[in-house]
């Protein structure tokens, strides 16, 4: 299945979010929004050769994403979940059906939480249980590692 077409999609959804973030907030600031999406464009699409370009393009989505979560927490929402697919995709990290339910379902748990800081008015306790689930993730991901290269090599390192 040819996805050549996704990663200008996913980055066209990031530019609307981040304009409906300029629009709705009447603020000066939105234009912010607007200038951000020049840099990470420019490394999405004109740096192909460049070494490093996911890195860079990271951290320029990342001031996206901060700039446009400022104005309006759900426009940050949605422009991180664009910038994640950008970059899986550029990774080459969303190809099957299983990574695209991984994909979702990290989409569904931040939804979650940032719904959760919404209606609290606080932070720290969904951050603490977001930061407890990418742990828990991580060590299971490890072992799940370790089992694969103990199976196929026959060595724990």
């Not at 930061?131 to 991580?138: E, P």
Request: one cysteine or more.
């Amino acid at each position: 299945m040819n996805r050549a077409f996704l990663k200008p999609g996913l980055f066209l959804l990031m530019a609307l979010g981040a304009l409906g973030a300029a629009v709705s907030s009447h603020s000066p600031a939105g234009y912010l929004c607007v200038l951000l999406l020049i840099p990470t464009g420019g490394f999405l699409f004109a740096a192909h050769t460049w070494h490093g370009r996911i890195f860079y393009l990271v951290c320029s989505g990342e001031l996206l994403v901060i700039a446009c979560g400022a104005l309006m927490i759900w426009a940050g929402l949605f422009t991180a979940w664009m910038l994640a697919g950008v970059v899986l995709l550029d990774l080459g990290m969303l190809e099957g059906k299983e990574d695209v339910n991984v994909f979702i379902l990290f989409c569904c748990v931040t939804l979650f939480l940032v719904a959760g800081m919404q209606l609290s008015n606080h932070v720290l306790v969904p951050l603490l249980l977001l930061a407890a689930g990418t742990g828990l993730v991580l060590f299971f991901q490890d072992i799940r590692n370790y089992q694969l290269r103990k199976k196929y090599t026959g060595a724990g390192s």
